[in-house]
């Protein structure tokens, strides 16, 4: 399939359970170092982190609804995030909290090196607060970035649940129930695991490794779509995991699916920022 992608919007509903993010993104000319001021050659603020970026990745794939379950402070930056995110198209379903909204900075420099700096507590949906979890079981797809063992077992009863390593092992275990995809990086120590930890074994395993590709199990390594124009590799592996879920829902193959994924990250690191327009998909 190369670098291209036939691709056509489906009518598929999806639920995003997980974190937000408010991030200044900046395009520096250094990244910081002892003793030296680094200047901003571009700058913009929005509510991202990964289970906001997957939500709207999935948003721009369907024509269906994609219900984002999160956890905002009520704050400033809170109620611009629900502001923006509420514009964006996202089904929203927030648990308030009386702590501040989380919040970071992700710098990219003149070589495409990366550096994130995130301040706070990271908020998380419950399965105790007050959200309408009973349409979880509607859903064609759910993605877990931020969740307790009761809302594993409560989007169990979606068509597919697929999560990240970063939700933490031990909550996937003792929720005793089979994922069809766990997603994560190879190359963040946050999200390190054996498959050895997992008692209950997920339909597929993959494991990223940036420009390198990946592995996924079963199947082995992949390889990554080459980038002619590489800007900034903020919300790659969201977008990609965005792309493994939506394929699942649909019932393509692993590797038609896999291949929606690899053009996502491609098209991500491809832009300042992580919200390219799937209409870059098609080329």
Not at 101 to 111: A, E, H, P, Q, V
Not at 117 to 133: A, F, Q, V
Not at 213 to 236: E, V
């Amino acid at each position: 399939m190369g670098d291209k992608f036939d691709f056509k919007k489906g009518q598929l509903n999806f639920a995003v359970i997980g974190h937000n993010e408010w991030i200044n993104f900046l395009e520096v000319n250094k990244l910081p170092q002892p003793g030296i001021i680094s200047h901003a050659n571009k700058s913009f603020e929005l509510p991202a982190g990964g289970g906001t970026v997957i939500a709207k990745t999935l948003l721009e794939l369907t024509n269906g609804d994609v219900h984002f379950f999160t956890s905002l402070g009520n704050d400033y930056l809170g109620k611009k995030s629900y502001q923006i995110l509420q514009n964006m198209g996202l089904k929203l379903h927030i648990a308030w909290r009386e702590k501040p909204t989380r919040k970071g900075f992700s710098l990219i420099d003149s070589c495409k090196e990366r550096s994130i700096t995130i301040i706070g507590e990271r908020l998380e949906p419950k399965s105790d607060d007050n959200l309408e979890w009973e349409i979880l079981s509607q859903m064609d797809g759910i993605f877990i970035t931020a969740s307790d063992e009761k809302l594993f077992k409560l989007s169990r009863e979606a068509k597919i649940l697929c999560a990240t390593p970063r939700v933490g092992i031990d909550i996937i275990n003792h929720s005793k129930i089979t994922i069809d995809g766990l997603i994560g990086s190879n190359l963040d120590p946050g999200e390190k695991y054996n498959l050895s930890d997992l008692i209950y074994k997920p339909k597929y395993v993959i494991k990223t490794e940036g420009d390198k590709g990946g592995i996924i199990n079963p199947g082995g390594r992949f390889k990554a779509l080459k980038s002619n124009t590489i800007i900034d590799s903020y919300g790659c592996g969201d977008s990609f995991a965005a792309g493994i879920i939506f394929g699942l829902a649909s019932g393509w193959s692993i590797e038609k699916t896999l291949n929606l994924g690899k053009v996502l990250g491609r098209n991500c690191v491809e832009h300042f920022g992580p919200y390219p327009e799937i209409n870059s998909l098609i080329r």
